[in-house]
C-alpha cells in the first residue's frame, strides 16, 4: 500500500498552470459503449486513472482488443468472448455494472456480479434492473450474481423513482439496440451523461432529449464505430479550485468546461474566492484572505456534487464560523471526517449532516484514505496543515486523479509517493 507525504508550512500558496484530464466518470461509460459494436472505436482525452486499467481488464475478458497510446484509446470488441464480469472485478470497480445494459443488448445475455455496499454507502442497483426488466429482459439474482436474458430488448417508457447516472446509461445503451423507441423519464443530468449520448450518436444511435430529463432513444441496430472526446472532468477541476482558495493561491486551470463547474464556481464566490474565466477552456483562480462559511447540501446535478462535499468540507474547516454540509446521496459519505479530526478540524457528525466549525489551524498528522474523494480532502488538507501529513492507502486516489501529486508539485506544492 502506498502512501503520500506533504510537507505544510501552513499556508503554502499554490501558483501556476495546471491541465485538467478527462473526466473518470464520462470515460467509464464511453469505454463499455464500445460493448455495442464489432467495429472500431476510438477515444480521446481518456484520463490515466486506475479504474480506466480496471474497465480495460474487464473488458479485455469479454473480447475486447485495445490500444492506449498517451491518452488515445483504440478498442474493438469483434465478437463478445463472454459474458461475465467476475465478483473480483466489480468489487474492484462499481462501475464495472456499466457493461450490464450493453453486453445484455448485444448478446442476449450478460452475467454481473452484484456490486454490494462500499465504503460511500450501500449503493443497490434496483433500478437498473427494474429498466431492463421494463425493456424486456428476464433477471434472476443467484449466487451474488445477476442473470440477464433476453432474445431482443423491446422499446417501452421507463421513468427512474430516482435520479441515477449508472441508471441512466446502462438504460440508454440497453435502449439503443433495443426494438423500436425508448422514452426514459426523471434521467439524471450530469455532463457525463450527455457525453456518453452525443457518442452514442456518433455511433448511430437515435437520440432525442440529450441533456434533459427526458430521453428518446429510437433503437437502431447494429451501431457502428466511431471518434469521440472525453471531457474533462469537473470534479478534478473542482478539487483544484479548492486547493487554489485553501492555499491562497494563484492558480489557472486549462483544458476545462467552466460551464460544468457552475455550483462550484458560485459556492467558492460567495465563500469569497475569485474566480475568473479567461476563455471558454480556462479559469484563474484566487485564494481569499478571509473565507465565509456557508452551508452546503449535496444533489444530483445542476447542484452541488457529492463528489465535491469532502473537498468543500476542508475549504469549510478554514472558514470563520459555521457551515452544515448536508450529504443527501450517499448515506455513508462522511469517512474522511475522522481523519480530518486527526489534522485538529472541528467538525460533528449527526445523520446526514457533517457541523464544521471554523476556523481551526490544521497540524499535519498520519491518517488513511478510505474511498477516492475523501483522500483527496486530505491531500488538500494536508496541504495547509503545519508539519508533516501522511496519507496512507492512496491507492484510492489512484482510482480517479491523474498524477495528482505530480501536478500539486508543479504549482510548488511539497508533496511525494513514499514507498512503505
Ligand atoms: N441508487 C439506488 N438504486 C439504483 C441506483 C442508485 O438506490 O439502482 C441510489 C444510490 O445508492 C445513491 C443514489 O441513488 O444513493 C445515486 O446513485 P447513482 O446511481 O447516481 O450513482 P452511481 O452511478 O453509482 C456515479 C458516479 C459517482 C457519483 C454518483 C453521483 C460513476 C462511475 N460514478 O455513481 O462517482 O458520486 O454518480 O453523482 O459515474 C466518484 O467519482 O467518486 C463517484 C463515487
Not at 27 to 50: D, F, G
Not at 152 to 172: D, P, S, Y
Amino acid at each position: 500500500m502506498g502512501k503520500i507525504k506533504i510537507t505544510g508550512d501552513g499556508h503554502p500558496l499554490l501558483d501556476g498552470k495546471v491541465q485538467i484530464s478527462g473526466a473518470k466518470n464520462a470515460v467509464l461509460p464511453a469505454i463499455t459503449a464500445s460493448l455495442l459494436t464489432s467495429e472500431k472505436i476510438r477515444l480521446e482525452n481518456i484520463p490515466l486513472v486506475k479504474d480506466v486499467y480496471t474497465i480495460l481488464t474487464l473488458m479485455k475478458g469479454l473480447g475486447a482488443e485495445y490500444t492506449l497510446d498517451k491518452n488515445s484509446l483504440s478498442i474493438q470488441v469483434k465478437r463478445i468472448l463472454s459474458q461475465e464480469a467476475s465478483y473480483e472485478l466489480v468489487q474492484a470497480m462499481r462501475a464495472s455494472i456499466l457493461v450490464l445494459g450493453p453486453l445484455l443488448a448485444r448478446k442476449g445475455k450478460a452475467i454481473v456480479a452484484l456490486p454490494g455496499g462500499c465504503a460511500i454507502g450501500s449503493r443497490p442497483i434496483d433500478l437498473h434492473i427494474q429498466g431492463l426488466e421494463k425493456l424486456g429482459a428476464s433477471i434472476q439474482l443467484e449466487h451474488g450474481y445477476i442473470r440477464a436474458e433476453a432474445s431482443k430488448l423491446q422499446g417501452t417508457e421507463i421513468e427512474f423513482e430516482r435520479k441515477t447516472v449508472g441508471g441512466t446509461e446502462n438504460l440508454l445503451m440497453a435502449a439503443c439496440l433495443a426494438k423500436g423507441e425508448t422514452v426514459l423519464k426523471n434521467c439524471s443530468l450530469e455532463p457525463e451523461i450527455s457525453n456518453l449520448c452525443e457518442f452514442l450518436v456518433k455511433m448511430g444511435a437515435q437520440i432525442e432529449g440529450i441533456g434533459e430529463e427526458t430521453i428518446r432513444v429510437k433503437g437502431s441496430d447494429p451501431l457502428h464505430g466511431a471518434t469521440h472526446e472525453i471531457i474533462p472532468d469537473r470534479i478534478e477541476a473542482g478539487t483544484f479550485l479548492v486547493a487554489g482558495a485553501l492555499t491562497y493561491g494563484n492558480l489557472t486551470l486549462t483544458h476545462i468546461q467552466p460551464q460544468h463547474l457552475l455550483t462550484i464556481i458560485e459556492k467558492l464566490k460567495y465563500s469569497g474566492v475569485k474566480i475568473e474565466k479567461l476563455n471558454n477552456r480556462s479559469l484563474r483562480v484566487q485564494g481569499a484572505p478571509k473565507i465565509k462559511s456557508q452551508d452546503i447540501t449535496t444533489s444530483p446535478y445542476p447542484g452541488f456534487p457529492t463528489d465535491m462535499q469532502a473537498q468543500f468540507t476542508v475549504l469549510m474547516t478554514q472558514a470563520e464560523g459555521t457551515s452544515i454540509i448536508t450529504e443527501t446521496i450517499f448515506n455513508r459519505r462522511f469517512s474522511h471526517i475522522n481523519e480530518l479530526l486527526r489534522l485538529g478540524a472541528n467538525i460533528e457528525v449527526s445523520g446526514d449532516k457533517a457541523i464544521v466549525k471554523g476556523k481551526t489551524l490544521l497540524s499535519g498528522a498520519e491518517t488513511r484514505a478510505t474511498d477516492l474523494r475523501a483522500s483527496a480532502s486530505l491531500v488538500l488538507a494536508g496541504l495547509i496543515a503545519q508539519g508533516e501529513t501522511i496519507i496512507n492507502d492512496v491507492e484510492h486516489l489512484d482510482r480517479g486523479y491523474e498524477k495528482l501529486e505530480a501536478k500539486l508539485k508543479t504549482l510548488g506544492a511539497q508533496i511525494e509517493r513514499v514507498s512503505t
